[in-house]
């Protein structure tokens, strides 16, 4: 399928330098030519990228082999339809000027090009609202440039009052003094957060009201900026995956999995049958795992207590699988470059079934409470509805953006780990309101439970680490009675695991969304660069969009269901 | 039998030193308030569910109102941006109050040894326990509850708490 779309998009852009690189066409294009060419593949059907999954940037600074630019711009897309993956390149000869602007294109990339501008300095012209996103306003330099210095913190003595840009908001949906003067009335401005219980870990919602109604809304996010993308350039690649556990913490074991998934599809490393059958079981019983939180978390927030007994005992329940397969109950750190961490331990499979039927007893009684109960109907049937085009638009994907009504899944789409061997189907809603996203990740559960049945019947015998001794430690044994064994062992610890130079782009299908992580590799066993692709930063980039003109209370079960978390969020 | 005061006063007289009542009605009625920012916030979802359910310890009541609460857990990382607001959140709290810091995080940076993240939670206000693990489980934090309990039995009200204390913003 790629080298056809590789020839297309060659034919259609015959000045741009075109390249195939590990399932994604990379394109790249001079900054004069870039609108004309994101339009292009969005809007012409037979590349049709619908999708701006990310933008990021690259410091080439200290790189070895030397570059055109220091700095350098990517935007990923993908077609939600045929999962076509492109990587759209953009040399930036000075960040001071900077490179167009695609927010006219994508509501996502409002967010994302802040991003980008707030880590490497980069200019984007013609943004409406180029400011800080993850670093706090008060903050000097750009802390992902490759000379700031990873200990420099600086403090941060005031909350930004973000008083203009809620000025500009209102401004620009139309609503100024004069407006408020005829209804005799002022307006209210409501902060809620960044610690407030409804909004699951640190989220600023500042919101402008007319009595309960929603007239603008700005977010502040970035409290929980952890740096995880800096210290991941000073860790080895198998040292980072303990960091991928506090992306996600709800699904913990679905990051370390996209993680190492990422880095061996570079690295050309087939893991074994048995190892795949065991990602994918544990893939499905994390997504439980993730939306059993959010459901339990959405219901409690909108009043209902009972579901979130009935929801989070079944978690709690599972921990106990969780800490004797992993020896964590949160932060489970499994997977390992070529495999995982160890085998499943005697009898895991009458521990799991179990787990599976108390899961589905939990999840049954919570919905005899939920499905046809009024309050619940009344309370998210019809609000925060968002339809396919404008969660396209801001980068929704995963259970969010198949509640709208869009069937996209990278299970179905490009499917890995055998994932095409499972029949399952993929849940989608009628008309992208609550409803719709909590009736999806009730339905995704008991797909779920019947993949990890399926799994379960077929998981071959066999070993779970790759023998490859350029990625894998050798068995204990060996280090200790030979010397290449050891070695290689010394080698793997104080190098790490060694990937050849280039770029290159990888997703997975977390509970979420698309997970996706952007490397840089310099040849070395540090990554140069690790940015991650978190499905919820671009859900709450989208937030505004969805709450201006509801009510106030929708807000809080808004937030619930788009499962907002932290460390994901701003990483 | 009542003796001296109380025997004079008759039924329903009990006598006894002002510290120890108040301490006993303190310690058994803590009302946190959960400053939860990352992934020790779970773990504390976990400590307030029915399992370990904080309610037996009498800390089930949470209170997300600073001046409502007394006892002031930080279940998770606390990076430069969110400094100021957990020591506008500590200031408006009113005495006496505890300050329990959940997980390696809040009581050290935990891994997160970077230019974001605040190393340590004690640079910015009074700390009395320290919990540690990344998460700590939920045993850890009903532990650190039970050390809460056992100080707020040697307070007395004649004494200030915590009133030398100097962080990077006083």
New interface residues.
């Given amino acids: 399928m790629t080298t056809t779309a590789l020839q297309n998009i060659q034919t259609a852009f015959p000045d741009a330098d075109c390249r195939e690189n590990m399932g994604s066409v990379v394109l790249t294009v001079q900054p004069d030519v870039l609108e004309a060419s994101l339009a292009k593949l969005k809007n012409d059907p037979q590349f049709g990228c619908s999708l701006l999954l990310d933008v990021t940037g690259i410091d080439f600074l200290t790189y070895p082999t030397p570059q055109p630019t220091r700095f350098v711009v990517v935007y990923i897309l993908r077609n939600p339809e045929n999962g076509l993956q492109v990587q759209v390149r953009v040399p930036v000869a000075d960040p001071e000027k900077g490179i167009p602007s695609a927010t006219k294109l994508w509501g996502s990339a409002i967010w994302g090009e802040r991003e980008t501008y707030d880590q490497y300095g980069i200019h984007f012209q013609g943004h409406h609202d180029l400011r800080r996103i993850l670093n706090h306003w008060q903050f000097v330099g750009h802390p992902l440039r490759k000379d700031y210095d990873i200990y420099q913190g600086q403090i941060c003595y005031e909350t930004d009052p973000l008083e203009n840009e809620i000025k500009a908001r209102l401004k620009y949906n139309g609503i100024d003094d004069t407006s408020m003067a005829e209804l005799h009335t002022e307006i209210m401005y409501l902060n809620m957060g960044p610690a407030h219980p409804a909004t699951h870990g640190a989220i600023r919602i500042l919101t402008a009201l007319d009595g309960e109604t929603i007239l603008a809304n700005v977010n502040e996010i970035g409290y929980l900026h952890r740096g995880f993308e800096k210290t991941a350039e000073h860790r080895t690649y198998n040292q980072v995956v303990p960091l991928t556990d506090r992306l996600n913490y709800c699904s913990a074991l679905m990051n370390n999995i996209a993680y190492v998934k990422a880095v061996e599809s570079w690295l050309g490393v087939e893991i074994t049958e048995r190892a795949k059958f065991m990602r994918v079981i544990l893939s499905e019983f994390f997504r439980i795992q993730d939306h059993l939180v959010c459901l339990a978390a959405n219901l409690l927030d909108i009043g209902g207590l009972t579901n979130y007994w009935y929801l989070y005992n079944q978690k709690e329940a599972s921990y106990d699988f969780i800490s004797r397969l992993t020896g964590g109950r949160l932060t489970t750190s499994f997977t390992r470059i070529g495999g995982m961490y160890r085998d499943f331990y005697e009898g895991w499979q009458a521990d799991m079934e179990q787990q599976l039927c108390d899961i589905e007893m939990g999840v049954a009684d919570s919905l005899k409470l939920v499905q046809k109960n009024r309050i619940v109907h009344d309370r998210t049937q019809g609000v925060c509805v968002f339809p396919a085009e404008k969660a396209l638009s801001y980068g929704f994907t995963g259970p969010c953006l198949r509640a709208s009504g869009v069937p996209f899944d990278l299970r179905k789409i490009r499917p890995y780990y055998n994932y095409d061997a499972f029949d399952f189907s993929i849940p989608v809603g009628s008309q992208g309101d609550v409803y719709d996203r909590i009736m999806v990740r009730f339905e995704e559960i008991y797909q779920s439970a019947s993949i990890i049945r399926q799994a379960m019947k077929m998981v071959p015998e066999g070993p779970v680490f790759v023998s490859n001794v350029r990625v894998a430690l050798p068995p204990k044994q060996e280090v200790y009675s030979n010397i290449e064994a050891l070695a290689g062992h010394f080698k793997l610890i104080f190098e790490g695991v060694r990937t050849p130079p280039g770029e290159w782009y990888d997703g997975y299908e977390a509970a979420n969304g698309e997970l996706g992580f952007y490397f840089v590799s310099d040849g070395s066993g540090t990554p140069y660069k690790c940015k991650v692709r978190p499905p919820c930063f671009y859900m709450m980039g989208g937030f505004h969009k969805m709450i201006e003109g509801s009510m106030i209370a929708d807000v809080i079960a808004n937030l619930g269901s788009l499962n907002i978390i932290g460390g994901e969020l701003d990483r | 039998m009542a003796l001296g005061i109380e025997a004079r006063l008759g039924e329903g007289f009990l006598t006894t030193k002002l510290d120890a009542v108040l301490n006993w009605g303190r310690e058994n009625s803590l009302w946190p308030y959960?400053?939860?920012?990352?992934?020790c916030?779970?773990?504390f979802?976990?400590t307030a569910?029915?399992?370990f359910d904080i309610a037996r310890f009498g800390a089930e009541v949470?209170r997300?109102s600073p001046r409502q609460a007394d006892l002031l857990m930080v279940c998770?990382?606390i990076?430069?941006?969110?400094?100021?607001?957990?020591k506008r959140?500590y200031d408006q709290m009113s005495e006496p109050k505890w300050v329990v810091s959940v997980g390696a995080?809040a009581s050290t940076g935990g891994?997160?040894?970077?230019?974001?993240?605040?190393?340590g939670i004690d640079t910015v206000i009074p700390v009395d326990v320290y919990v540690a693990g990344?998460?700590p489980?939920p045993e850890a934090i009903l532990d650190a509850l039970l050390k809460i309990q056992d100080k707020v039995r040697g307070e007395s009200v004649l004494n200030d708490r915590q009133k030398d204390f100097k962080g990077?913003?006083d």
């Fill in positions: 959960v400053f939860g920012t990352a992934c916030a779970i773990e979802m976990s569910a029915s399992q949470l997300y998770g990382t990076s430069y941006k969110q400094a100021p607001i957990l959140i995080c891994m997160y040894d970077n230019y974001c993240t605040v190393q990344c998460p489980r990077i913003f």
